[in-house]
Nanobody, 117 residues
Framework: QVQLVESGGGLVQAGGSLGLSCAASGSILSINVMGWYRQAPGKQRDLVATITSGGSTNYADSVKGRFTISRDNAKNTVHLQMNSLKPEDTGVYYC???????????WGQGTQVTVSS
């Protein structure tokens, strides 16, 4: 059974920084995609950033230049460094692990990020 555990959310003022981490445990194929998604109140869950096991990254336009995603393949962890945070970055941030070849898709429980103006 694969589990994802996020950490690092919290409350920060606009312009500040936060780092989120996600650790995956269980039987995980090395070729996969890990990423972060967020869901604001009353809105759908949207992509923030993803990173493949080969290191290719993808970012939502709204976070480009402010957020950086990275991963440690040996530890099955992914990190999201968020700088220059804005109130519109507020939401629950979810970690996701996709193993395409196995058609497996896993989500963490989510961590709250609140950016005050």
């Amino acid at each position: 059974q694969v589990q994802l555990v996020e950490s690092g959310g919290g409350l920060v003022q606009a312009g500040g920084s936060l780092g989120l981490s996600c650790a995956a445990s269980g039987s995980i194929l090395s070729i996969n995609v890990m990423g972060w998604y967020r869901q604001a109140p009353g809105k759908q869950r949207d992509l923030v950033a993803t990173i493949t096991s080969g290191g290719s990254t993808n970012y939502a336009d709204s976070v480009k230049g402010r957020f950086t995603i990275s991963r440690d393949n040996a530890k099955n962890t992914v990190h999201l460094q968020m700088n220059s945070l804005k109130p519109e970055d507020t939401g629950v941030y979810y970690c996701r692990l996709i193993v395409t070849i196995q058609r497996k898709d896993y989500w963490g429980q989510g961590t709250q990020v609140t950016v005050s103006s």
